[in-house]
T-cell receptor, first 113, second 118 residues
Framework: GNSVTQMEGPVTLSEEAFLTINCTYT??????LFWYVQYPGEGLQLLLK?????DKGSNKGFEATYRKETTSFHLEKGSVQVSDSAVYFC????????????FGGGTRLMVKP | GAVVSQHPSRVICKSGTSVKIECRSL??????MFWYRQFPKQSLMLMAT?????????EQGVEKDKFLINHASLTLSTLTVTSAHPEDSSFYIC??????????????FGDGTRLSIL
């Protein structure tokens, strides 16, 4: 079956620090990979995606590269802001069951001024 | 871009009440929608897959008589929590798959409904 493992939080950083949130996966088939962000009290928003090996998804200064050889999709940002404080979810789909998503456990990021 | 609207955003009601939550795709048709439950500080737990015009597919351990799902049109799925009790209090989130565009399209999520049963 499919599974996603991401680093446990919370991750606490100072403003302008470098961010890495690790995500690894196992999948039957050829998955597409996603990062979603959840701000307090809200639903999930798609942050970025990658659909094939070596693709780099990017948005709002965040980046993640689809690494098939290491089955990873680590999220990075060069300089975090207080407004980036949220919970980040790594997810994948192999297109089964209507593109059902498999989520990681989520990583809470707290950025201090 | 694709937008999913979920309503209501917050419900507080007495034990024994049935509560209906709506999930609408505003600018696209969604043959498949998903309902999730999220406990505090935890990831999303898939409850069921809602299929337009047919019965929902429930995940193991989810009571289909407790959580009624109706997907009567291509833009609306509803989740009804029947005879809700305090243990049903949670954050419920729906999602719908974006229209076709190549590759595995991402899900778009509603803003969630916080259900509190007194």
């Amino acid at each position: 079956g499919n599974s996603v493992t991401q680093m446990e939080g919370p991750v606490t950083l100072s403003e302008e620090a470098f961010l890495t949130i690790n995500c690894t996966y196992t999948a039957t088939g050829y998955p597409s990979l996603f990062w979603y962000v959840q701000y307090p009290g809200e639903g999930l928003q798609l942050l970025l995606k990658a659909t094939k090996a070596d693709d780099k998804g990017s948005n709002k200064g965040f980046e993640a590269t689809y690494r098939k050889e290491t089955t990873s999709f680590h999220l990075e940002k060069g300089s975090v802001q207080v407004s980036d404080s949220a919970v980040y979810f790594c997810a994948l789909t192999t297109g089964n069951a209507g593109n059902m998503l498999t989520f990681g456990g989520g990583t809470r990021l707290m950025v201090k001024p | 871009g694709a937008v999913v609207s979920q309503h209501p955003s917050r419900v507080i009601c007495k034990s024994g009440t049935s509560v209906k939550i709506e999930c609408r795709s505003l600018d696209f048709q969604a043959t498949t929608m998903f309902w999730y439950r999220q406990f505090p500080k935890q990831s999303l737990m898939l409850m069921a897959t809602s299929n337009e015009g047919s019965k929902a597919t429930y995940e193991q351990g989810v009571e289909k008589d407790k959580f009624l799902i109706n997907h009567a049109s291509l833009t609306l799925s509803t989740l009804t929590v029947t005879s809700a009790h305090p243990e049903d209090s949670s954050f419920y989130i729906c999602s719908a798959r974006a229209p076709r565009g190549g590759g595995h399209q991402p899900q778009h999520f509603g803003d969630g409904t916080r259900l509190s049963i007194l």
